[in-house]
């Protein structure tokens, strides 16, 4: 990893969105500091299952990389970009994603890149790719009709625009945010890089998908009492 690289993940702030998924939360986490990253901060949407509270009161005790910041009700997934949120950020760009992706070793030149890609493609949203690997049975109910986990997400691997860069909508699973380039009319619009080291997984969608069946429940039912949902 070059000096740049080292010194983007440094200062680069990255936006983690939370809402009841511990386990997802904490294993991004320690991703995220394992691939260098020190500018760390979790949007927690009024969260109510009590191991991730006491988890969220002691992080930056604990990881003093981390900082929680609070909201007071459930305002959903796409409200810190949707609301202009990010610019308590003096930084042109962030990270941002969803606690429900996973990824090990992340490539040695991978803020960099995205920022390139952004620049190159005039874009504010760069994300990464999610593998098509190691997928489990689960069915998305996408406007009333049934998809596997793979049918859905090909659909993103198609429109390549060069090597392992592709043409796809970004929601709220991680990519680089470039404020410069935003426009609130078009949200989605972004593109999506794949290759070894950039693109990442869905952690509900593995077949070794961590999170236990309690948590599940409680997250489940929680999202459905305040309307949490969004297509990644």
């Given at each position: 990893?070059?000096?740049?690289?080292?010194?983007?993940?440094?200062?680069?702030?990255?936006?983690?969105?939370?809402?009841?998924?511990?386990?997802?939360?904490?294993?991004?986490?320690?991703?995220?500091?394992?691939?260098?990253?020190?500018?760390?901060?979790?949007?927690?949407?009024?969260?109510?299952?009590?191991?991730?509270?006491?988890?969220?009161?002691?992080?930056?005790?604990?990881?003093?990389?981390?900082?929680?910041?609070?909201?007071?009700?459930?305002?959903?997934?796409?409200?810190?970009?949707?609301?202009?949120?990010?610019?308590?950020?003096?930084?042109?760009?962030?990270?941002?994603?969803?606690?429900?992706?996973?990824?090990?070793?992340?490539?040695?030149?991978?803020v960099f890149r995205f920022l390139q890609l952004s620049h190159k493609y005039r874009v504010?949203?760069?994300?990464?790719?999610?593998?098509?690997?190691?997928?489990?049975?689960?069915?998305?109910?996408?406007?009333?009709?049934?998809?596997?986990?793979?049918?859905?997400?090909?659909?993103?691997?198609?429109?390549?625009?060069?090597?392992?860069?592709?043409?796809?909508?970004?929601?709220?699973?991680?990519?680089?945010?470039?404020?410069?380039y935003y426009s609130p009319v078009a949200f989605f619009k972004a593109i999506r890089v794949?290759?070894?080291?950039?693109?990442?997984?869905h952690t509900p969608w593995l077949i070794n998908d961590p999170m236990p069946l309690a948590?599940?429940?409680?997250?489940?039912?929680?999202?459905?009492?305040?309307?949490?949902?969004?297509?990644?």
């Amino acid at each position: 990893m070059n000096v740049q690289e080292m010194v983007l993940r440094r200062t680069i702030p990255v936006v983690i969105n939370s809402y009841n998924q511990l386990t997802y939360l904490k294993n991004l986490i320690q991703k995220f500091i394992e691939n260098k990253f020190t500018n760390i901060y979790v949007v927690d949407q009024c969260s109510t299952f009590p191991p991730l509270c006491s988890f969220l009161s002691t992080i930056n005790q604990n990881c003093p990389q981390v900082f929680p910041i609070y909201s007071d009700k459930n305002n959903g997934p796409r409200w810190f970009i949707e609301n202009s949120v990010y610019h308590m950020f003096a930084a042109e760009c962030f990270i941002y994603s969803d606690p429900d992706i996973i990824f090990d070793r992340l490539a040695d030149d991978f803020v960099f890149r995205f920022l390139q890609l952004s620049h190159k493609y005039r874009v504010a949203k760069v994300g990464s790719a999610l593998s098509l690997h190691n997928l489990n049975n689960s069915v998305l109910n996408v406007d009333g009709k049934l998809y596997s986990a793979y049918e859905w997400e090909s659909q993103f691997w198609r429109a390549k625009a060069e090597e392992d860069v592709y043409n796809a909508p970004v929601d709220t699973t991680l990519h680089l945010f470039n404020k410069q380039y935003y426009s609130p009319v078009a949200f989605f619009k972004a593109i999506r890089v794949g290759g070894q080291g950039y693109e990442v997984q869905h952690t509900p969608w593995l077949i070794n998908d961590p999170m236990p069946l309690a948590e599940r429940n409680y997250y489940t039912s929680a999202s459905r009492e305040n309307g949490w949902s969004h297509l990644s």
